[in-house]
């Protein structure tokens, strides 16, 4: 059985003046354990929000999405609680998506403890668990009494990324996950991700822009345009025998090292 | 235009003294481009933050250095003075686009502010060029989109509204924070492209921040590397690619992922970023060195920059500038 199945989602939000946004107009598509499907598309093409439908933060306007085989939205909420620590989100935006009252220790131990509950109460169990996740992430575990304002936008990326791991989910759907990495660091979280991919069985949705990180990390990929998906296919694929022209356009944009400095321009 | 010399931004914490930015020097022309890339961490962007004194004060404190522009301290010139030049001559793309965006108020109204607050221009003539705006930097709908709020927008948009935002009043040196993160390939050429007409057309000066090295190679003519809040290389742009002289530089080059095969695991850098609240005596990427190129790394006095030959400066380290040390062991 497929690990996920998204059915028909739609997602319509009232715009300006009595439009509306066909934010997600119509997705379906199902993923295997184990799978990495790379989703990318245009700015505003209904990536996050495609992401967020998935994880039930927000109410669909309509279509189903089943979490091995069961529809979340017909549970109980005390079910679809416990349910929800196996499928993490690393939100496009770290700052937004971290509690800026609670030190770093505060939010991992508490995503720790959903997963461990017996961990909540013994401190240096705690401890050494936010330090081993921190140091998994490249930061450096003696800034865990820190606030999120403390770090560097890298720093918060990473400590989002860290939060999505503590409750070892089943599914991530990462939005944008290493936009804001240098590439070394970006490389250290790759390498973080797959290795979770082969040895846990991690299925992941990888949302970027960066599409040369994407034909790394994913085996398939899905394009989506205005709300649609429009092309998917083995990674290798989609890349060297693009048939949508959006997707060629995409890939033709990619910049290249090349020296344009008196001409600023990066195609 | 703007020369920034020996800046050293710290910050108080209970945990001790966090040296963000140690002594970074910088100098911009009109027109000209100026690339900042360097490690998660290492002072990039309370580097920018300084120059238009945006830091919490305290925790953060100017231990040293200065910031010229137009013959005028900006490090210690009055509020009132540098609240005119802040968003009027010196725009701002911040790296995080909700921390510059006010969720209560739409888009409308941020983007026309600055146009009647600094420029005195009508509240028509305004929304005009805020339509106009937010158009150029690929915003489809924008008349109808401007009366949005920021968190109806999508994450690269309101990227873009930040941006549309920053060069609006048409400022004569803008700082972009990792501009393009959230944007799709095709958005970014634009938005770039924008940015490259305003240098022609205005003589923009830009500083760009960026970890994506084939941005800034396309962007930048000149750039400044960063490692621990220091500045390890700096040279114009072909030069800094086509010859890195400090490890540190080389070894970011390596971890290109466009470079490498799928199924390996990624080149990274070993070890950990500097602590910069327990700064070494000596040479700071000397731990992320190979044990042979380590034992040659200064150890009790800091690297100074010299110059390497005329444009091309690079932090005085025998175990990092030799690059025959790079894979020994
Ligand atoms: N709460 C909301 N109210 C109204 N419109 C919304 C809302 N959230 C998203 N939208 C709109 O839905 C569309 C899709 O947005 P979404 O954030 O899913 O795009 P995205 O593909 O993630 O883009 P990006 O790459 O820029 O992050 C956009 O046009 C956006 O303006
Ligand atoms: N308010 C603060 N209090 C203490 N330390 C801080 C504070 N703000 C930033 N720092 C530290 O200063 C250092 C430099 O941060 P900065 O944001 O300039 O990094 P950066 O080079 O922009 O990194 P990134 O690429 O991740 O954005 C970081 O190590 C960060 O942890
Ligand atoms: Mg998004
Ligand atoms: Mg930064």
Redesign the pocket.
């Known amino acids: 059985m497929a690990l996920l199945e998204v059915d028909s989602l739609v997602k319509h939000?009232?715009?300006p003046r009595g439009r509306t946004?066909k934010?997600?107009d119509g997705v379906t598509f199902s993923l295997e354990r184990g799978q990495v499907l790379g989703l990318v598309?245009?700015?505003?093409?209904?990536?996050?929000?495609?992401?967020r439908l998935i994880l039930q933060l927000l109410p669909p306007t309509s279509g189903r999405v089943l979490l091995e085989g069961e529809c979340l939205s017909s549970l109980p909420p005390a079910v679809v609680r416990r349910r929800r620590l196996d499928f993490q989100m690393v939100f496009?935006d770290p700052y937004a998506s971290l509690n800026p009252r609670l030190t770093v220790f505060s939010t991992l131990s508490e995503a720790i403890a959903a997963r461990h509950p017996g961990m909540a109460g013994n401190r240096t169990a705690c401890t050494e668990a936010v330090a081993a996740l921190m140091r998994r992430v490249g930061l450096d575990a003696r800034a865990m009494r820190k606030y999120p304002h403390e770090f560097s936008g890298g720093q918060r990326q990473r400590i989002a990324i860290a939060r999505a791991l503590a409750p070892e989910p089943r599914l991530i759907i990462a939005?944008?996950p290493v936009s804001a990495l240098d590439v070394s660091i970006q490389s250290q979280i790759l390498n973080l991700l797959q290795g979770l991919v082969r040895d846990l069985g991690l299925t992941m949705i990888f949302?970027s822009?960066d599409l040369s990180v994407v034909k790394y990390i994913a085996d398939d990929i899905t394009v989506?345009y205005q709300?649609k998906l429009v092309e998917t296919g083995p990674a290798e694929e989609v890349f060297h025998h693009p048939r949508e022209s959006y997707t060629r356009r995409l890939l033709e944009a990619v910049p290249r090292i090349r020296f344009g400095g008196d001409r600023f321009s990066s195609g | 235009m703007l020369s920034v010399e020996n800046l050293q931004t710290f910050f108080h914490t209970r945990e001790g003294v966090v040296r963000a930015v140690d002594g970074v020097s910088l100098e911009l022309s009109k027109g000209g481009s100026l690339g900042i890339v360097g490690e998660s961490g290492s002072g990039k962007s309370v580097t920018c933050y300084s120059l238009l004194r945006l830091l919490p004060m305290p925790p953060a404190r100017f231990e040293g250095g200065s910031a010229g522009f137009e013959g005028r301290d900006l490090l210690t010139m009055p509020v009132k003075e540098l609240r005119a030049i802040r968003g009027r001559r010196i725009g701002m793309i911040f790296q995080d686009p909700m921390t510059s965006l006010n969720p209560y108020l739409r888009v409308s109204t941020q983007l026309t502010e600055p146009l009647r607050v600094h420029l005195g221009i009508g509240k028509a003539g305004a929304l005009d060029q805020a339509v106009a705006a937010l158009q150029a930097v690929g915003i489809a709908d924008a008349e109808q989109?401007i009366h949005?709020y920021p968190?109806?927008?999508?994450?690269?948009?309101?990227?873009r509204v930040m941006i549309a935002m920053a060069l609006i009043t048409r400022p004569d040196i803008l700082i972009a924070d990792e501009p393009t993160t959230?944007?799709?390939v095709t958005v970014q050429k634009q938005v770039l492209d924008l940015i490259g007409r305003r240098r022609e057309d205005l003589g923009t000066a830009v500083i760009f921040i960026s970890h994506d090295l084939a941005v800034v190679s396309g962007v930048c003519d000149y750039v400044h590397v960063m490692y621990g809040g220091r500045v390890v290389e700096a040279a114009p742009v072909r030069e800094l690619f086509e010859n890195p002289l400090h490890a540190y530089t080389r070894a970011l080059q390596r971890s290109i992922p466009a470079l490498q095969e799928k199924g390996k695991p990624l080149y990274t850098i070993p070890g950990m970023p500097p602590d910069l609240s327990r700064p070494s005596p000596g040479c700071a990427f000397a731990p992320r060195r190979p044990a042979r190129a380590r034992a040659t790394c200064l150890a009790n006095h800091r690297p100074e920059l010299v110059e390497a030959s005329p444009g091309h400066w690079v932090q005085d380290c025998p175990g990092c500038r030799d690059e025959g040390l790079d894979d020994a062991f």
């Open positions: 939000f009232p715009g946004v934010a997600v598309g245009e700015s505003g093409c209904g990536k996050s929000t495609l992401s496009q939005d944008e949302v822009h989506m709300g | 989109r949005s968190h109806e927008f999508s994450g690269g948009m309101r990227q959230a944007l799709d």
